[in-house]
C-alpha cells in the first residue's frame, strides 16, 4: 500500500472516529457546515471560471474589432496609394511641360496670343510630394467669348493646372466692352522619388 493510501485511510479513520464521538446534532451541523464549504467552494470555481471566460470572449472580440479596423485601413490605404500613383503617373507625363509655354501655345490656338500680355512665375512651393508653381498671367482687350474659348482649351487639356484666382475688369471703347483679366494659375508636378518615399 503506498503512503498516500495509507495517509487517506488514517485520515478516514480520525474523520470517522470525530463523527462518531459526537452527538447526532453535532455530527448533522458538522456535515451542513462541510457540505455548505463543498457547495460554496464549486460555486466560487464556477463563478470564477465563468468571469474568466468571459474577460477572454471581450478580449477576443475587442482584438477582433482591432483586426478588422486594421483591414478596413489596410484596403483604404491599398485605394489611395493605387490613387496616388495614378495621379503621379499624369503628372509625371507632363513634368517637361513649361506652363509659360503652353499658356502661350493655348492663347495661340485660341487666336488671342496677341493679347496675351504675361505669364510669369511668382512662386514656388515644395511640400516633398507635389511642387506647386503659382503663375499669374494677364489677359488684355479680350471678348468675353475669347476667355472662354481660352479657358476650354486650358482645362480641356490634360495639363495639371488649377486657376487659384480670376479677375476681370470692363473696358468700354468705342462701343465695344472688352475684359482685363488677371488669373493665378497654379501647375503642378511630383517631386522626384516622392513615389518612393513611401516603399
Partial sequence: MSTLT?????????????LADMKPRDRAL????????????AGGSVWWMRSSVNSLETKVAD????LRRIQILAEDHAEAQAEFDALAAR???KADVDVSSFMEKAADKVQIRDKLDSVRKT????????????YAMKLSNVSQQDVANFLAEVEG???PLRIRSFKSRKRKRKG??????????????????ASGADE
Fill in 63 to 66: 482584438r477582433t474589432d482591432t
Fill in 91 to 93: 503628372l509625371a507625363a
Fill in 6 to 18: 495509507t495517509r487517506v485511510a488514517a485520515l478516514q479513520d480520525q474523520i470517522q472516529d470525530a
Fill in 176 to 193: 465695344e466692352i472688352t475684359l482685363q483679366v488677371d488669373m493665378d494659375i497654379s501647375g503642378y508636378k511630383v517631386v522626384a522619388d
Fill in 123 to 134: 512662386t514656388e512651393t515644395d511640400d516633398g510630394i507635389v511642387q506647386e508653381a503659382l
Fill in 157 to 159: 487639356s490634360d495639363m
Fill in 30 to 41: 458538522f456535515i451542513g457546515l462541510v457540505l455548505f464549504v463543498m457547495i460554496t467552494v
